[in-house]
C-alpha cells in the first residue's frame, strides 16, 4: 500500500533541479525540502536519487524504514505547479506474507508527513488518499 499526497505549488524552482538522468520529471526540489523539515523528528532522509517516475529518497527513523517519492507535473498552467508525495512502507518478506507492519492511514510517518504538507502555507489543493 502507497499513500499519496498531492498538492499544487509555485514553492519550488524545477528549473534548478538536478536534471533526471532517467526521465526529465521533476521532484528534487520538495524532497530536500522534506529532508529539512524533518530535521529534528527522529527521521533521517538518504539524498535525492532518480527514477523512472521521479525522484526517490529512504527515511529511516523510529525503528521503521519508508521510500518517499516525489514527482511533479510542469505542464500545468502557471504559477503552480501539480506534485505527488508517495510514501511506501519498507517490509519484510515475512511481514508481506502474513499481511504484519502495514501502511495504515494511522502511520506515524505517513501523519506527520500530511500534517507537514498541510501546514505549509504555499501549498493549495492538499489531498491525500491510499493505494492499494
Do not use: C
Amino acid at each position: 500500500m502507497a499513500h499519496l499526497i498531492s498538492f499544487s505549488s509555485s514553492k519550488f524552482d524545477y528549473t534548478r533541479e538536478t536534471p533526471n538522468d532517467i526521465n526529465p520529471i521533476y521532484g528534487e526540489s520538495v524532497l530536500k525540502w522534506l529532508s529539512e523539515k524533518l530535521a529534528g523528528t527522529g527521521y533521517e532522509a538518504t539524498e535525492p536519487a532518480t527514477e523512472d517516475w521521479g525522484w526517490y529518497v529512504y527515511v529511516e527513523g523510529h525503528g521503521a524504514k519508508y521510500m518517499v517519492g516525489a514527482s511533479g507535473d510542469p505542464d500545468r498552467p502557471a504559477p503552480d505547479m501539480d506534485w505527488i508525495i508517495q510514501i511506501h512502507k519498507n517490509r519484510t518478506l515475512k511481514e508481506k506474507l502474513t499481511g504484519a507492519n502495514k501502511l495504515t492511514m494511522s502511520d506515524s510517518f505517513a501523519a506527520m508527513l500530511e500534517k507537514i504538507v498541510r501546514g505549509e502555507p504555499d501549498f493549495r489543493d492538499v489531498r491525500v488518499e491510499a493505494d492499494a
